[in-house]
């Protein structure tokens, strides 16, 4: 469907603030936000390196600007597909209420001036990393993968675990292993958190063509990819403690979410989740697992903020 | 908006009503930036010692190498203020008897 087609069956309404504030994806961005937050805190904790508060401050800002532009270029190249499906046909720009060009324009300029700004607060290293990561959702991810393989997820998940790594290296201005493994837990997170939610959508993905694991590979092949996954992440998730990047708050808190998480995942691999006779109960099943994976994700960032930044490191005994 | 809305006298009042908003917004958003980059710049230099090889805006950390020469340089520096007042400390002593 072309994006043309989209706009002229919009029916158009003036854009508000709330408009431009949704064209950002803030609760994406609230999860990049304090993810990034974990990172710089680790930092602190671990390097004993210190930031001035105020040059953390505009460098997490720079974090949620980039956040707000990659999603302002994805909602300006899907509004296509945006305007198929009913869960996001609402949007701003496939609504009427934004011309696409002006997400577009909104998107660029937005993602000069949080480089810029990451670059002024910090260094080279962590405002190269953003733009990395905004070109990585906005381009690699919205342009290439999405439409193109039902991979896109595991690999576009990299877009989304840059946030710790670049608040580390907000700090430090280098990104030692600590800091690859917080993005580590956020790119195994990612295919079980997204593919819980596809399982319910998968209809309104194969109406608009994008190759989602159920389109492609059928509900049962994507319940048992997200079993799996969930797997992966326990060893994954309990890197941070044998490092000795966290402590007893952090094994304590992931342990427990993590035994939460395969649960959820068990529930939906054993259920009919995705399926074309799938009930109300089944799409009870996938959405509780979509979630508790974003209250993993928070319990165990979380953890690492209360140890690093309110001095509750116990070490456990990592290498 | 799309061309193909009907344009009318109460439309184009709201049109312009939303548009002077969004532009207050952007001229709010355009003084937070300087706010922000001007306050960002001064405490960058307020940190920066520019006389021991830091660079204003690269991380020192960026480049090991010349982080090591200007912690070397800052500590012959601080040998030699030393020595030059223990120097100094010597030759007022035998004045003093």
Redesign the interface.
């Known amino acids: 469907m072309s994006s043309e087609l989209t ?2 069956q ?1 029916a ?1 309404r ?2 508000t ?1 709330r408009d ?1 504030f949704d064209l950002l994806k803030p609760r994406i961005m609230g999860l990049v936000v304090f993810t990034a937050l974990a990172g710089l805190i680790a930092a602190v904790g671990v390097s004993g390196q210190s930031i ?1 508060p ?2 953390a401050t ?1 460098s997490i ?1 720079a974090v949620a600007l980039g956040s707000g532009a990659a999603g302002a270029l994805n909602m300006w190249y899907d509004a296509d597909i945006d305007a198929v499906m009913t869960r996001t046909s609402t949007r701003p720009v496939p609504a ?1 209420a934004i ?1 696409k060009d002006e997400a577009l324009t909104l998107g660029l300029i937005m993602s000069g ?1 949080s480089v810029l ?1 990451m ?7 962590a405002a190269g990393l953003l733009a990395v990561s905004i070109a990585y959702y906005g381009w690699f991810y919205t342009m290439v993968l999405k439409r193109r393989t039902a991979q896109n997820i595991v690999i576009g998940g990299a877009a989304g675990a840059f946030p710790p790594v670049i608040g580390w290296a907000a700090v ?3 990104t030692p292993v600590d800091a690859w493994i917080l993005f580590a837990i956020i790119f195994v997170w990612t295919p079980p958190h997204f593919w819980a939610l596809s399982l319910v959508a998968h209809k309104e993905y194969k109406k608009a063509g994008v190759p989602m694991m159920p389109v492609t590979n059928g509900a049962k092949t994507t319940r048992e990819q997200i079993f799996l996954y969930t797997l992966l992440l326990a060893p994954v998730g309990a890197l941070p403690v044998i490092t000795g990047l966290s402590g007893w708050v952090y094994a304590i808190t992931c342990a427990a979410l993590t035994l939460g998480f395969i649960y959820h995942a068990h529930k939906v691999w054993r259920s009919d989740a995705g399926e074309p006779d799938a009930g109300a109960d089944e799409r009870k099943i996938a959405m509780s697992m979509f979630g508790f994976s974003i209250l993993y994700l928070f319990g165990v960032f979380a953890a690492i903020i209360v140890e690093h930044g309110f001095g509750l490191y116990i070490p456990v005994g990592g290498v | 908006m799309s061309e193909s809305a009907p344009v009318t006298a109460e439309t184009e009042e709201l049109r312009i009503k939303a548009q002077k908003r969004r532009n207050v917004w952007l001229a709010w958003s355009l003084v937070a930036f300087v706010v922000i980059v001007g306050l960002t710049t001064a405490i960058r230099i307020q940190e920066t010692d520019f006389s021991g090889g830091d660079r204003l805006y690269f991380s020192g950390y960026m480049d090991e190498a010349a982080k090591e020469k200007a912690d070397r340089e800052a500590q012959a520096r601080i040998q030699a203020r030393l020595e030059a007042e223990a120097d100094q400390s010597e030759s007022a002593e035998p004045s003093n008897e």
């Open positions: 706009l002229s919009a158009p003036l854009a603030a431009y001035n105020v040059l505009v800002l009427g011309p001036v700004l670059w002024i607060a910090s260094n080279v290293l430090t201005g280098t």
